[in-house]
């Protein structure tokens, strides 16, 4: 398989040639219900970066991200054309394996959602369900992914407690962690941020930053301030289609698009 | 527009009605219990519990009714085992592998909502045609079959509500994960853990005082049921037998062996509400 070697740094917003992309999208429309959700997407998300799709509600961009890792194929009455690449190759394709894509991509959701297990069993889920059996390979899988996410220090006493006994900000760090421990390539955020405290959200965005240097990471955020925070580049969608796509400051401080203008400057939310 | 005056008129009319209905459902089930113990404590001996019917007793001479004890245990007991055996994979599929939306689970749900209809008497008529052509007579065994049918929509309907309740992030977190359907499936089984003592309560309470069902399939005996191909006693058929008599002792039996039911479908109760609390204590 082809593996990319990081080439980005933190200073990715430095950068100026875009990096190698590691999904790319390619003629992509999404009809549910006979609604045509979303049009002829064609998009190349680079490599270790944080994108945000931004856009008003209802615009289509949570229905953009659960199309990279077919999580629409569930839901009712869905039609998908078009073809998502992932490091080339497409998850669309009629042999792919829609549970191996999925494992290739953590999810973080709007609310943490542990699974009614321990702290621990809630980390090893993942890697237990791909068929990791040996105890200490576990054991290290949990102090590593607690120790990515900040939250080692505050549960390590209590690995075998309830995860539900946990904040809801550590929860949604622990499901981040959750995430990684199937060693995902890529991280998706379903404005995974919108249900915590202003504390929370700081750690979970400082997180995401230095998370970027070994995954790719798609956020979908409905806060402005949030896509200029964390982000490299965004996407702007608006009814369906993407209107502007590109460096974060490219987009806030420069939109090319009238719509991007008014976005931005809030007249449409 | 109301005034607020009306509009706090209306909230007493309503908390009235609600408590006169409270009061009355209360009322009426103390009522029962108030009946039965009444009628039935005078007779209550232990050799109605630790004996069989002995000759006169339909009469009001010696015996007691642990045959009928027996049957019914064994019987509700089965029945609702193996309704839970059938009835959990039955609703894991339709919540797990099938989409809600789709014809097969429409129609199977709506399918399992008439069954849970039916008369216990229908089951019991069809089972008993069955057992007629394939020349089998009545038994412990048939009756368990009839019950078993009985109770599976039962099973199915009651775990259906509940893994209704389980959000779609539940689903979703595991499918992200990479999660078979299969393992996505455990996981919800572990979460509607406690409501499956719900689910058992339900059934074990249908089959144990199902009478119709029964009558046609299991037939009666005065021996212990100790074979599964022979006829056995059940409860609420020996309440029936002897409340039909114009024996006073028989008919004071009756509401003995009235007491003897109640109080077994109470320490179930009881015994199901403790494992689903210890159950919901220890959900991780």
Redesign the interface.
């Known amino acids: 398989m082809h593996t990319y070697t990081s080439l980005a740094t933190k200073e990715t917003q430095t950068v100026t040639q875009m990096q190698l992309p590691h999904i790319q999208i390619k003629d992509l429309n999404v009809h549910i219900e006979g609604k045509h959700i979303l049009k002829n997407i064609n998009l190349a998300i680079p490599n270790n970066s944080i994108t945000s799709i931004i856009g008003p509600s209802g615009c289509g961009k949570t229905t953009l991200l659960k199309t990279l890792n077919r999580l629409m194929d569930d839901s009712k009455n869905v039609k998908i054309n078009g073809s998502v690449l992932v490091n080339g190759e497409d998850i669309y394709a009629k042999d792919a394996e829609v549970t191996h894509i999925r494992k290739k991509m953590g999810l973080l959701s709007q609310r943490p959602f542990p699974l009614p297990m321990s702290i621990f069993e809630n980390i090893t889920y993942g890697p237990r369900i791909h068929g990791q059996r040996d105890k200490t390979v576990l054991k290290e899988i949990v102090e590593t992914q607690l120790k990515n996410v900040g939250l080692w220090e505050e549960v390590k006493d209590r690995l075998h407690h309830s995860a539900t006994t946990l904040s809801i900000g550590q929860q949604q760090r622990l499901c981040l962690a959750r995430g990684l421990a199937v060693q995902p390539e890529i991280i998706l955020g379903d404005e995974s941020t919108s249900a915590l405290d202003p504390i929370s959200t700081q750690t979970i965005e400082n997180l995401l930053i230095d998370l970027k240097s070994e995954y790719t990471i798609v956020l979908v955020t409905h806060i402005l301030r949030q896509a200029r925070r964390v982000s490299d580049y965004i996407i702007f969608v608006y009814n369906g289609e993407i209107i502007e796509f590109g460096k974060t400051e490219d987009i806030l401080l420069n939109p090319q698009n009238e719509i991007t203008k008014q976005y931005v400057k809030g007249f449409i939310s | 527009m109301s005034t607020i005056k009306s509009r706090l008129r209306r909230e007493k009319i309503a908390k009235i009605l609600m408590q006169l209905a409270g009061i009355g459902i209360t009322g009426s089930l103390f009522l029962i219990i108030g009946i039965i113990l009444f009628k039935g404590l005078p007779y209550l001996t232990w050799d109605m519990i630790s004996q069989t019917p002995q000759g006169g007793f339909y009469i009001g001479k010696e015996g007691g009714i642990l045959n009928a004890i027996l049957g019914s245990f064994y019987l509700a007991g089965l029945s609702t085992i193996l309704a839970c055996l059938i009835g959990l994979p039955i609703a894991i599929y339709l919540n797990a592998y099938v989409?809600?939306?789709s014809t097969l689970a429409r129609v199977s749900k709506l399918l399992f909502d008439i069954l849970f209809g039916i008369p216990s008497i229908v089951y019991g008529a069809i089972a008993f045609s069955i057992m007629i052509t394939l020349g089998i007579r009545a038994s412990l065994l048939g009756g368990v079959i009839t019950i078993t049918l009985l109770t599976i929509p039962i099973v199915v309907r009651t775990l259906d509500e509940l893994l209704k309740t389980i959000?779609l992030?539940?689903?979703?977190?595991?499918?992200?994960?990479?999660?078979?359907r299969w393992?996505t499936a455990q996981?919800l089984l572990?979460?509607i853990k406690p409501g499956l003592f719900t689910a058992l309560l339900l059934a074990f309470g249908r089959a144990i005082g199902d009478v119709a069902g029964v009558l046609l399939t299991t037939g009666f005996s005065d021996n212990l049921p100790l074979y599964l191909d022979e006829p056995a006693a059940t409860l609420p058929l020996a309440i029936f037998f002897q409340l039909s008599s114009p024996i006073p002792e028989v008919q004071g039996r009756a509401y003995a062996s009235a007491l003897i039911l109640t109080f077994i479908i109470l320490i179930i109760v009881i015994c199901t509400h403790i494992l689903a609390s210890r159950q919901k204590k220890h959900?991780?």
């Open positions: 989409d809600q939306t959000p992030d539940l689903k979703n977190t595991t499918t992200s994960l990479g999660a078979t393992q996981i572990k979460y959900r991780l």
